[in-house]
Nanobody, 120 residues
Framework: VQLQACGGGLVQAGGSLRLSCAAS????????MGWFRQAPGKQRELVAS???????NSADSVKGRFTISRDNAKNTVYLQVNSLRPEDTAVYFC???????????????WGQGTLVTVSS
């Protein structure tokens, strides 16, 4: 199973980006998907998550600015990030909890990270 994230970049404060992350491989189903971020010198923190049924959860710091969604048919999760602030600068990592076809077991998988840089 692999997760491929993309969509990061350099943007001015107040700008927007759309991050996406596609899961591929020996996948029977995916439970939770979501995004974490890690800023330089800081711990990785949860940004937002979404269940297969569409129930979402997000950090207080991004509520009203970031929106998570997913396309179950494409095994893809998205993060629409609006009204970006310099403090949103971080590497954004996607994750997925996958039920594998090969061995009939659950596993947690991470994407490679995509850098979001917000200039003031």
């Amino acid at each position: 199973v692999q997760l491929q994230a993309c969509g990061g970049g350099l943007v001015q404060a107040g700008g927007s980006l759309r991050l996406s992350c596609a899961a591929s491989g020996s996948i029977f189903s995916i439970n939770a998907m979501g995004w974490f971020r890690q800023a330089p010198g800081k711990q990785r923190e949860l940004v937002a998550s979404i269940t297969s049924g569409g129930v979402t959860n997000s950090a207080d710091s991004v509520k009203g600015r970031f929106t998570i969604s997913r396309d179950n048919a494409k095994n893809t999760v998205y993060l629409q990030v609006n009204s970006l602030r310099p403090e949103d600068t971080a590497v954004y990592f996607c994750y997925a909890r996958v039920y594998r076809v090969a061995d009939g077991a659950w596993g947690d998988y991470w994407g490679q990270g995509t850098l979001v840089t917000v200039s003031s």
